[in-house]
């Protein structure tokens, strides 16, 4: 399709745009939508979840799967906690529910149309090639289309499996039939019947008995075109014996009205496996005035299935208009450990809404919630989280600490933790505070010689160093320059 | 949903049984009062009672409880003596929600420091009538609760004036007691304090069940505290195994002042305590501490509490701990709001659960909506069992284990105790925590 005048101008006014606003949100571009292959109808009816099952030449149990979902998100209604007012602007009827950006999942980097690499150098990845050279593989998803995956040929030799899903469900079908809606199930809530129906892509890995996955696996997220709804689904599977360390990162451009992200993520760890599940969620996060941002409800849940088994989850959430996000863990092995490492961290009108279910079934389980929520600015940052210990989970432990951090008089952090327990033999703790930065703290720093902002930065790094700690080392160093961009300004 | 139209079917009830009142109500019809109990009535026939969607009532089903038909207790009080009189305090009883002067020591109230009466005489007296008037206007219109309605359509109500500048040497202590034989009665209990500025009072409220009988008792407080005054409130309960209460508290809090509130629950089938305080001025101090001991074979306690840190400069402290046995369970809710501009807050909440058997549940929810910036608030839940070094190294200075346990359990409740300033209603609280051990 040629491309005419006012599309280039419009894409160098964007890339201008760009420039201006490179210190507000650094990843605000988009592509041009008209060279995307597909775009379907806005709204959401059977007959778009039946051209998206078709479109990519899914089996008929596959649609099946979707069309039960669909009438149970035609079923079920909005969900009410939170602040729901936001809620009600959202426009099922108004969002395209499946973009293709180009006819094939490159197989060569050379492949790739040029456009696509532009995105990629303008996010800075040559990412892509920076983690080939640090052995990360990638697998890279615009607007829920899986575009590439790297290291592909490595990772097959040790009979490890990381393809995007619609790959999955042509090559593997016998696993994603096993797993998929194994731990998030089409019935589970409102967002996650949504993805179940409409999901486009996303990304698979599968861990096979013993192995351990020699590199971190990451997928990386964008919504480029407008009013688009992303939905992707990751299901990981590790096998007994298995270790996987996965990265997620993601980005929008930036836009005036709101773009719905709902993502599903299923993860499965048998005897002795151990998956840790890393975040970096950098969607935009609307301007100064709240306009614009992307509504970010995800479900990610991860079950321990196995014996000893252990899934630990980080996250850092800069980005987002709205967060409702839990990554969950189920622990049904005896002996299975589950973690939750967050930070949230929220500015100018950003709602964050986040935190963990550690739900204890098997006997001597353990669980440790760490969340530290800073709030700037008019936002509003909340833990909401869940801590059950069944009736028969013996000696199951629960540590959990969230803090909140306020800077400005103007926002506020909220904590709502429930504890649920029916066991004498369990053992639970959990604290909260809330206070600003210690005058006392600031005071000494800049008696030491460092500004105002220098010094905010340095109590900030160490009140959540905890969770950076968890971070692999590449995403750590991201996240809190992300921080530091996120806060700028927020303290005068 | 069926159960849900069920219950709201049988709040209807409540609209007959109010007629049933209003017929043995001689003399007061003309009486505002009487005009806020129509009002109250009606209001809760329209509003019906919160189901378990209702995020305050999550962990507390009330389904049972409202499927019954309810009657009103005989009219007839038997005199006795009904609690163990706490000592060097002044009494004021109530029998299946009467007032029984017998029991009271109305007339050991000096009128020029405090004033006790029933809300039909306060109507009739000149200097409190406006502000009683007042007060309960608020709570019809307010109406925090279905079952604070309850209390007003029903209850004969209390009402007791504590003169400014005044402090009360001796505590007051009010007994709510259920008596006699019937069953599923509902009683009323409405009880209207307010403190004028400067001035200091302890209440302790003992409320007694009748057994295997059972019963529905509201209990609705209304707390005014004027500037600079500082009211105390000691409760302990020992409702029987069949009984469910209902027992409300709204505080208002003006500027300097101090409220203190301590419950030692012990009986009941279903006890739900609601703690609302709110606070209108500055420099204003709220405590509220909690115990219990669940031991009986199925009983549900739900703790709900509540301070709206509406203004700077104030702080709260809360400390609840419990015991839970047999298939008992524990709920605690407490919420902490920091209203906008609420600056310089300090807000510190904790509770403590000790599950004693494998069918022994509590559920916690301890909860914190913050809106300004510099405040310091926490809150810790722990829940657990006896360390078993502690009982270890008791037994081997040569107790049984059975007295090592009630020794710990013993020093765990108290630690709540501890905030008691009054040495005989800690000994009071003490004899019959012992009991339950």
């Not at chain 1, 959202?90 to 060569?108: C, L, M, P």
């Not at chain 1, 009979?159 to 194994?182: M, R, T």
């Not at chain 1, 899934?311 to 850092?316: D, E, G, L």
């Not at chain 2, 407490?334 to 906008?340: A, D, F, T």
């Amino acid at each position: 399709m040629a491309v005419n005048l006012d599309q280039k101008l419009e894409k160098q006014k964007t890339i201008d745009q760009l420039k201006d606003i490179e210190q507000d949100y650094k990843y605000g571009f988009h592509d041009p939508e008209d060279e995307y292959a597909f775009k379907s109808e806005k709204g959401l009816t059977e007959e778009i979840v039946r051209k998206i099952s078709e479109m990519k030449e899914e089996p008929e149990w596959m649609l099946d799967f979707r069309l039960k979902a669909l009438d149970i998100f035609q079923k079920k209604p909005m969900p009410t906690w939170g602040n729901t007012e936001y809620l009600n602007q959202i426009d099922f009827a108004n969002i395209h529910y499946f973009v293709r950006s180009s006819e094939k999942q490159g197989r060569d980097w050379d492949e790739v149309p040029t456009y696509i690499r532009e995105t990629f150098d303008k996010l800075g990845i040559s990412l892509l090639e920076q983690k080939r050279m640090m052995g990360v593989a990638v697998d890279a998803v615009i607007d829920s289309v899986s575009v590439k995956t790297t290291f592909k040929k490595q990772l097959s030799e040790l009979g490890i499996i990381f393809c995007s899903f619609s790959e999955a469900v042509q090559d593997h079908p016998e696993l994603i039939k096993k797993y998929l809606g194994s731990v998030v199930p089409y019935t589970d809530n409102f967002f996650a019947a949504l993805n179940s129906a409409v999901f486009s892509d996303g990304s698979f890995c599968y861990i096979p008995k013993g192995v351990k996955c020699p590199m971190e696996l990451s997928t990386y997220f964008r919504i480029n075109t407008a009013g688009t709804g992303q939905f992707e689904r990751t299901l990981i599977v590790a096998e007994e014996k298995s270790t996987v360390s996965y990265l997620e990162g993601c980005t929008a451009p930036m836009r005036d009205e709101n773009q719905l992200h709902a993502a599903v993520v299923e993860i499965v760890a048998m005897d002795d496996a151990f998956v840790k599940y890393s975040t970096v969620q950098n969607w935009y996060p609307g301007n100064k005035e709240g306009k614009g941002g992307v509504y970010n409800f995800v479900t990610k849940r991860g079950m321990c299935r196995g014996v000893n088994s252990k899934i630990s989850w980080t996250q850092v959430e800069t980005g987002s208009a709205i967060t409702w996000k839990y990554p969950s863990c189920i622990l049904k092995g005896d002996g299975s450990v589950g973690e939750f490492y967050s930070i949230a961290v929220t500015n100018n009108f950003q709602q964050a809404d986040t935190g963990t279910k550690m739900i204890h079934i098997g006997k001597n389980t353990r669980s440790t919630i760490i969340s530290k929520g800073i709030s700037a600015g008019k936002s509003h940052n909340s833990y909401r989280g869940l801590v059950k210990v069944g009736k028969k989970a013996e000696n199951a432990r629960n540590f959990s600490q969230c803090d909140s951090l306020l800077m400005g008089d103007k926002c506020g952090a909220h904590t709502f933790p429930y504890l649920e327990i029916e066991n004498k033999s369990a053992q639970v703790e959990h604290e909260a505070t809330t206070s600003k930065i210690g005058e006392d703290q600031l005071y000494y720093c800049q008696q030491r010689g460092l500004s105002e902002e220098d010094a905010i930065n340095l109590i900030v790094n160490g009140y959540c160093k905890e969770v950076f700690n968890e971070l692999p080392m590449e995403f750590a160093v991201e996240a809190q320059k992300l921080l530091a961009v996120s806060l700028e300004g927020s303290v005068g | 949903m069926a159960v849900q139209e069920l219950i709201n079917k049988n709040v209807d009830q409540f609209q007959a049984l109010f007629d049933l009142y209003a017929n043995r109500l001689n003399g007061i019809k003309d009486s505002p009062y009487f005009r806020i109990k129509q009002d109250a009535v009606r209001h809760l026939v329209r509003k019906g009672f919160p189901g378990r969607k209702n995020e305050d009532w999550k962990y507390t089903n009330l389904t049972q409880l409202l499927k019954t038909r309810f009657q009103h207790p005989a009219r007839q009080v038997s005199g006795d003596q009904l609690s163990q009189p706490l000592p060097n305090s002044v009494r004021i009883s109530f029998e299946n929600g009467l007032l029984v002067k017998e029991q009271s020591d109305l007339d050991k109230f000096d009128a020029s420091e405090v004033e006790v009466m029933t809300v039909e005489d306060a109507l009739k007296n000149a200097t409190v009538k406006d502000k009683v008037l007042l007060e309960l206007e608020n709570m019809e219109q307010v109406g925090v609760s279905a079952f604070g309605l309850l209390s007003l359509a029903f209850a004969q109500g209390l009402v007791i004036q504590v003169k400014k500048n005044t402090r009360l040497s001796n505590p007051i202590h009010i007994t709510y007691a259920s008596s006699g034989s019937e069953k599923n009665t509902l009683t009323s209990q409405l009880c209207l304090v307010m403190v004028e500025s400067g001035s200091k009072a302890e209440i302790f409220q003992s409320i007694i069940g009748k057994k295997d009988q059972s019963y529905l008792q509201t209990i609705y407080n209304r707390f005014v505290i004027a500037e600079n005054a500082n009211l105390s409130v000691y409760k302990w309960q020992e409702e029987g195994d069949q009984g469910n209460l209902i027992y409300t508290t709204e505080i208002n809090q003006a500027h300097g002042s101090t409220y203190t509130d301590l419950s030692l629950d012990l009986g009941g089938k279903l006890v739900r305590n609601n703690l609302y305080a709110t606070h209108l001025g500055q420099n204003i101090t709220t405590n509220l501490y909690g115990s219990f001991v669940l031991s009986g074979q199925k009983q549900h306690l739900d703790n709900q509490t509540f301070v709206d840190h509406a203004q700077p400069h104030c702080q709260s402290n809360e400390l609840y701990k419990g015991i839970i046995d047999h298939y008992s369970k524990a709920v605690f809710n407490g919420k902490i709001i920091v209203r906008p501009d609420a600056q310089k807050i300090n807000a510190f909440q904790q509770n403590a659960g000790l599950l004693l058997s494998d069918h022994a549940s509590i559920d916690s929810k301890p909860q914190l909506e913050i809106f300004a910036d510099d405040v310091r608030c926490s809150h810790g839940a722990t829940i657990g069992q006896l360390d078993e070094q502690a009982l270890y190294y008791l037994m081997t200075r040569g107790l049984e284990r059975k007295q090592a346990t009630k020794m710990l359990q013993s020093a765990f409740i108290q630690e709540v105790f501890a905030e008691l300033e009054e040495d005989n209603i800690a000994r009071y609280l003490q004899d019959k925590l012992s009991t339950y051990l």
